[in-house]
């Protein structure tokens, strides 16, 4: 299995109620029902107030690297991901467990 983990951190002057971010949100809850290359998913906003905390979270797996890459270059995903471009940065952790 491949753990995949993303955190997102929104941008200088982007808040977490902002139309465009509440539905980035929303596309990223439902996603993991879409892709069937995803065997686990949760998504959820940040309840630290810890300043190097991110803000946004997506705690995922799937079977195999391969399963991850039909993931990742699955329309939904493009989708999903796309809006978040225009308000926060991302780093990706990919893990075998």
């Known amino acids: 299995m ?7 951190k929104l941008n200088e002057g982007v808040s977490r109620d902002e139309p465009r971010v509440v539905a980035g949100a929303q596309a990223f809850a439902e996603l993991g029902g879409l892709v069937p290359e995803i065997a686990s998913w949760e998504t959820g906003w940040n309840v630290s107030d810890r300043p190097i905390a991110y803000d946004f979270a997506i705690n995922s ?37």
């Open 61 to 97: 797996s799937a079977a195999d690297a391969d399963a991850l890459r039909r993931y990742v270059e699955h329309p939904a995903h493009q989708a999903a991901v796309a809006p978040w471009k225009e308000f926060a940065t991302w780093v990706i952790a990919d893990y075998e467990f």
């Open 2 to 8: 491949i753990r995949h983990l993303v955190l997102f």
